[in-house]
């Protein structure tokens, strides 16, 4: 399975039979680049506007807003839970849908706005995931000990942070770096803008993976 990042919390994955989107944003609206990505799937985990701009993805694409249990969209299997963007209960933000799937072998959970860490019923179902893709820059979402708390009681192979701060993004959020300090060094590893995983590649593994944007490169300037 290819792994690529679009920026903020959007994230494609792709195997042989399809492509998933998951959290598609406009990029305008943010002060970034936009996606440049088809998809077979889009997955919304909520509906707020840096999260459900399904209209900026390409292909013939069925669309999921925030859908909780099981259920299967063009032959991907996939689970839904239902959690809250804050940490009162959605007074403030309202609720949160994290995904949970299976693509080649390797399973995903994307946490989308998660606001506070769920219930043992929830963790039950995602402990011990592959790939957990977690927000860390507060705010809007869990505080940094809560994401330390989540991931602990999570356990997953590899730690994926998304929804910081970025050069040029328009959310009051924090940058990655104070997630970083909770993390030993020796377990991050930046890994460019797409990623290629095999279940192989994931025994035993303990990694913090951090994605960077693919920069555009200017054209040349012909000589006269």
């Known amino acids: 399975m290819r792994i690529r990042w679009h920026g903020h919390s959007c994230f494609e994955f792709e195997d ?6 998951v959290d598609p944003h406009d990029g305008r609206s943010l002060g970034i680049k936009p996606p440049a990505v088809s998809a ?3 997955l919304m985990t909520h509906d707020h506007y840096d999260h459900r701009a399904s209209r ?20 991907l299997e996939v689970e839904g839970f239902s959690t809250f963007h804050d940490n009162t209960g959605g007074s403030e933000r309202g609720m949160n849908t994290m995904y949970r799937f299976e693509m080649d072998g390797v399973s995903v959970c994307h946490c989308g706005d998660l606001g506070c860490v769920p ?9 011990g995931v592959d790939i957990l893709l977690v927000p860390t820059g507060e705010t ?4 940094i000990p809560e994401v330390r708390r989540f991931i602990e009681l999570v356990n997953p192979n ?5 929804h910081y701060r970025v050069g040029g993004l328009s959310l009051p959020i924090s940058t990655i770096d ?3 300090e909770i993390i030993p060094k020796e377990y991050v590893d930046y890994i460019g803008n797409e990623i290629d995983v095999t279940p192989d590649d994931l025994t035993e593994m303990k990694e913090c993976w951090v994605f960077e944007r693919r920069r555009e ?4 300037t012909p000589n006269v």
């Open 40 to 42: 077979d799937i889009v």
């Open 56 to 75: 900026v993805v390409s292909g013939n694409h069925e669309d999921v807003m925030a859908r909780n249990g099981k259920f299967n969209v063009k032959g």
């Open 16 to 21: 042989s039979s399809m492509t998933v989107v």
């Open 119 to 127: 219930g043992d019923d929830v963790l039950s179902k995602i402990k």
């Open 217 to 220: 490169v200017p054209a040349e």
């Open 158 to 162: 590899v730690i994926v942070p998304m």
């Open 140 to 143: 809007y979402t869990l505080e």
């Open 178 to 180: 104070r997630f970083l």
